[in-house]
């Protein structure tokens, strides 16, 4: 069984860029969850996807966006880049049958400079 | 006011020490708690579920008070390999809701 794999690790952008991170979703597991984690503070909902559907948003800008694909993988797009995007994004997948099952990916790292 | 409140420590202490953990939740219509692990620069991990019964995973014990909207941890005997931080997670659906998290340095 494989885990949440996440992709790039790390990427540098410059400020105003558009940036994809991508995620594959632990075999099994229909909804992926993305989350925000700036240096020093516990991770902020983003949105979660569940069947290919946005099921929950938190407090972001339109210009963070989102997709899930048939076989459940998943991306985050963030555009109009701004220096406070520096942060871990990392993406969470789960069965769907309540809040118990996350999956954690190791992360992408982004630095805006 | 932040949903889900943690004092960030440090807590620095001896191996072998007993160390409490403790974080309060505004949302009343929480229904899942739990503990989290993050090791530096690593994914968080689950370390385990919270009930009102109160529960026991060998050295680390979990309780939740609904009605003063609090969640506890304590670790016994620390070990060195508990240095982490400790993140305080609650739900309402199934969306998680993150603490800042409370570091602990074990020493040797």
């Known amino acids: 069984e494989t885990g949440v794999t996440q992709s790039p690790t790390h990427l540098i952008k410059t400020r105003g860029q558009q940036v994809t991170l991508r995620c594959s979703s632990q075999?099994?597991?229909?909804?992926v969850s993305w989350y925000q984690q700036a240096l020093g503070q516990g991770p902020q909902f983003i949105f979660q996807?569940?069947?290919?559907?946005?099921?929950g948003r938190g407090n972001f800008p339109p210009r963070f966006s989102g997709l899930q694909f048939p076989n459940y993988s998943s991306e985050l797009n963030v555009n109009a880049l701004e220096l406070d995007d520096s942060a871990l994004y990392l993406c969470?997948?789960?069965?769907?049958?309540?809040?118990?099952?996350?999956?954690f990916g190791s992360g992408t790292r982004l630095t805006v400079v | 006011r932040k949903e889900v409140e943690q004092d960030p420590g440090p807590f620095n202490v001896p191996e072998g020490a007993t160390v409490a953990f403790n974080c309060t939740y505004s949302?009343?219509?929480?229904?899942?708690f739990f503990w989290y692990r993050q090791d530096c620069r690593k994914e968080p991990k689950l370390l385990m579920s919270?009930?009102?019964s109160g529960n026991e995973d060998g050295r680390f014990t979990a309780q939740l008070n609904r009605a003063s909207q609090y969640i506890s941890l304590l670790i016994r005997d620390s070990k060195l390999s508990d240095s982490a931080t400790y993140l305080c997670?609650?739900?309402?659906?199934?969306?998680?809701?993150f603490g800042g998290g409370t570091r602990l340095m074990v020493k040797p």
């Open positions: 996807y569940y069947r290919e559907e946005e099921n």
């Open positions: 969470a997948s789960s069965s769907g049958q309540g809040p118990g099952g996350y999956t």
């Open positions: 075999s099994g597991h229909n909804t």
């Open positions: 949302n009343s219509a929480s229904q899942s």
């Open positions: 919270v009930y009102s």
């Open positions: 997670v609650v739900s309402a659906g199934n969306m998680l809701t």
